[in-house]
């Protein structure tokens, strides 16, 4: 409610657009007179909070006349926008394969300024179900979507029963070793606690996070942190990392690499290690001296270049064309790479090469992103 007025959304149906629901916000004065509105599309149906009735228009006089609400139209608040950063590692190491299978790793994640649109919403009349939309085809919608993961998580264990409306903008690769679903489930889990009046703390978030995925803890940090375990035990690195000097760009070729074939292709039994530098030594020169090739190792490159022999391609003609540091992401494919020139750019190295397509994912300059502990992640 804003200076007595009422604030209701409309959706309206287009059949000449193959039944596409466009949303439409409309304000009204409290005191309602419902006026014949001359709108393109075959049917309104609108709801005014109160009422429970809806519009019709009479193909007779175009005009619009109230009848009982359709029940699956759902009210909802305006949507807070939430920023979901992308990731990547700055190192990687693998310390041992359990005898669960999962393997234990110590890594300095980094948020990056590529990243997707959550735009969140309570929905008044849910009929008990959580809303998605995205403008990624191939992303899932139900219940097998970590945002509805995350809702359903929160509801459990806060006791609160409200229902969400979520729409996705996305922009982080997929299959990218980038972590765009558990960044877009730790979002998810942010809003709901924002949304409901911030019943939990952080540190409640991140464990919860915990359960629906290895890096979801890292997105509820401040930006830069220091993971181990399976990567669900999340340390700040404080202060965060700054923007290296020169050009950060991510590259990743269509293919994917899928992750369970990576660390199989790794080859270690249970209780094996891989030999290697400490990951606290590597943690406090990263701190003390920035990105370096020296620093930025990662165990899962070479199992992930056995698999996608392009992405060793990809690395020999970026350090070829003068960027210093470059690395794999993860389990990959994306390859991070770092130039002192603020004006280079990896698709000219890779066209040089012959290895550029127009389906490849290319991003840059990037910057590092870090948030404080009571505000959510800004660009």
């Not at 401040?222 to 340390?235: L, M, Q, W």
Request: proline fraction near 6%; charged fraction near 20%.
């Amino acid at each position: 409610y804003e200076r007595g007025e009422r604030r209701c959304v409309y959706l309206i149906h287009d059949s000449s657009s193959q039944g596409r629901l466009l949303s439409l916000e409309l304000v009204f004065l409290t005191e309602l007179a419902l006026c014949p509105f001359l709108v393109s599309g075959k049917d309104l149906f609108g709801f005014v909070t109160g009422t429970g009735r809806c519009l019709d228009r009479s193909a007779a006089n175009g005009l619009y006349n109230s009848r009982w609400m359709c029940p699956a139209i759902q009210m909802m608040a305006k949507p807070s926008t939430y920023f979901s950063p992308a990731k990547t590692n700055i190192f990687l190491r693998i310390t041992k394969k359990r005898d669960d299978g999962f393997h234990e790793l110590a890594s300095v994640f980094q948020a990056l300024s590529l990243g997707d649109t959550l735009k969140v919403s309570v929905l008044e009349e849910s009929g008990g179900k959580d809303v998605l939309r995205c403008n990624v085809d191939s992303v899932p919608l139900d219940e097998s979507n970590l945002i509805v993961k995350a809702f359903n998580l929160f509801r459990r264990r806060t006791g609160q029963n409200k229902f969400f409306d979520c729409e996705i903008d996305k922009r982080t690769p997929l299959e990218g070793g980038m972590g765009g679903g558990s960044s877009n489930c730790a979002t998810a889990l942010w809003a709901a606690n924002e949304l409901c009046g911030s019943p939990a703390s952080t540190n409640q978030l991140i464990e919860w996070g915990g359960e629906l995925g290895s890096d979801v803890g890292f997105f509820l940090s401040e930006g830069t942190a220091y993971c181990t375990g399976r990567g669900e035990i999340v340390e700040n690195v404080s202060p965060p990392l700054q923007t290296p000097q020169g050009a950060f760009w991510v590259v990743k070729p269509q293919e994917g690499c899928p992750t369970p074939l990576v660390y199989k292709t790794l080859g270690l039994k249970p209780g094996e290690a891989l030999n290697g530098p400490d990951p606290v030594a590597l943690r406090e020169r990263l701190v003390r001296e920035g990105l370096s090739q020296e620093v930025c190792v990662n165990d899962l490159e070479p199992p992930a270049q056995k698999i996608l022999p392009k992405l060793s391609q990809i690395k020999d003609a970026l350090k070829k064309d003068g960027f210093h540091t470059v690395l794999l992401s993860g389990s990959g494919a994306t390859t991070y790479a770092l130039h002192s020139d603020p004006k280079a750019d990896p698709r000219k190295s890779l066209e040089a090469a012959g290895l550029w397509d127009n389906a490849m994912f290319v991003a840059g300059p990037l910057k590092f992103v870090s948030r404080t502990k009571s505000e959510w992640y800004q660009l």
